[in-house]
Structure formats: C-alpha cells, structure tokens
C-alpha cells in the first residue's frame, strides 16, 4: 500500500487495527520483565496507544508512521510531559531518531510487506536499530484459521523465519489471537514473534553425509 492509502484510511476512519486499547500481547511481555527503563521504537505507531502505553511505564518510546494523520492523532492524545516522540518516517529508507534501542514494536506492521526482500529489509533495519541484548517483538497475521475475505495479511511460519533468521536470532514464534478470544472469539490469528540482537552470525544449515 502506498503513503497515500494509509492516510486515506485513517482520514475515513477505516482502521478496524486502531482498537483503543494497548496491545495485551506487548503489556504481558513488559509486564514480566519488570522494568521500566530503556528506549522503545514502535514501527506503525497508528494514533499512538501502544506508545503512550509504555511512555505511561518509564520508557522513552520513539513512535513512526508512515501516515501523517496517524501521527497528528497520536501527537494530540500525549499528555504533557509524555517521554514519548512521534515521526512521520518510512521504516524501510529512513532512519529513526533515539536508537539504539533495547525493544522495537511492530503489530501488523512486518506482514504488510508482499515481497520476501521487503520482509529481509524489514527485518535487516531491526537488527541495525537494536541495542546489545535488544529484543523484536511482532505480531504477524498468520495463515492458522478459517478463510476469510478481510483482515490482517497472512504470512507462513516460514515467511517469517526467512525473513528473521539470517539477521536475529528468534526466541519464540507461537500462535496467538489479535485480540482477547473471550471478548472477540473470532479475531483473527497472529504469530507472536520474538527475536532478539544476535550476538554470533547466523551459521548455515547442515547436511549429514
């Protein structure tokens, strides 16, 4: 999609993943580790919840749209004082300001990308952005349950790691739900993907002979 489809439907109010609440698979993982220290880039920031959310914990975020309206919005809803900065800013050619960072963000964002390379730059940007024991944390559309005519793009296990392995190491990839099942028992699947800073380079595949 182009610059100007995003901003067309955030300016209808076609934004079905605008749910107005932080996401419960990022509060979990921030929750658990404790602290509320370190700097946070969100990458498809949309109208600023999740951001706010964490600047709200202690975290100095850096949010980045690529629709202007989006980050308008999101501008208007921080509270003085908020530890949080908002960009208009193409993730695949322009480099963020405040890196490096110990966590960058995605929900919905890596899977938007058709082409493989596209989905390696993603991912290559993510590596070059993180802090030495820097985590990735994405939730991607996945190919787990009915067929449906809208939401999220789908991508396979296999899209992901293609595009994740060469440049992070992942910790965990599992199924998981967009939202809450209890309250919307039919939303759609998602991949729960954490990876983190590789320490060593990936080392290739082996063949027994």
């Known amino acids: 999609m182009t610059p100007d489809s995003w901003e067309d439907r955030y300016r209808v109010g076609d934004t079905p993943w605008d749910v107005g609440a932080p996401d419960k698979h990022l509060t979990g993982f921030v929750e658990a580790r404790g602290t509320g220290k370190g700097r946070v880039l969100e990458v498809g920031c949309g109208t600023g919840t999740n951001a706010l959310w964490l600047a709200g914990r202690g975290y100095q975020v850096t949010a980045v749209d690529l629709s202007q309206l989006a980050v308008e919005k999101a501008r208007a809803k921080a509270p003085s004082g908020?530890?949080?900065?908002?960009?208009?800013?193409?993730?695949?050619?322009?480099?963020?300001?405040?890196?490096?960072?110990?966590?960058?963000?995605?929900?919905?964002?890596?899977?938007?990308?058709?082409?493989p390379a596209d989905r390696r730059r993603f991912a290559e940007r993510v590596a070059s952005l993180l802090a030495?024991?820097?985590?990735?944390?994405?939730?991607?559309?996945?190919?787990?349950?009915?067929?449906?005519?809208?939401?999220?793009?789908?991508?396979?296990?296999?899209?992901?790691?293609?595009?994740?392995?060469?440049?992070?190491?992942?910790?965990?990839?599992?199924?998981?739900?967009?939202?809450?099942?209890?309250?919307?028992?039919?939303?759609?699947?998602?991949?729960?993907?954490?990876?983190?800073?590789?320490?060593?380079?990936?080392?290739?595949?082996?063949?027994?002979?």
Do not use: M, Y
């Open 82 to 115: 908020a530890t949080c900065t908002f960009a208009r800013l193409d993730f695949l050619a322009e480099e963020p300001p405040g890196g490096p960072f110990d966590l960058v963000f995605d929900r919905g964002c890596f899977h938007v990308f058709d082409e």
């Open 132 to 209: 030495p024991g820097g985590h990735w944390l994405s939730l991607i559309g996945s190919t787990d349950g009915p067929e449906r005519d809208s939401g999220p793009p789908r991508r396979s296990a296999r899209d992901v790691t293609d595009a994740v392995e060469p440049v992070l190491e992942l910790v965990e990839l599992r199924r998981v739900s967009f939202q809450d099942a209890r309250a919307a028992p039919h939303a759609p699947l998602a991949w729960f993907a954490l990876a983190r800073r590789r320490e060593l380079p990936a080392q290739p595949s082996t063949r027994l002979t």
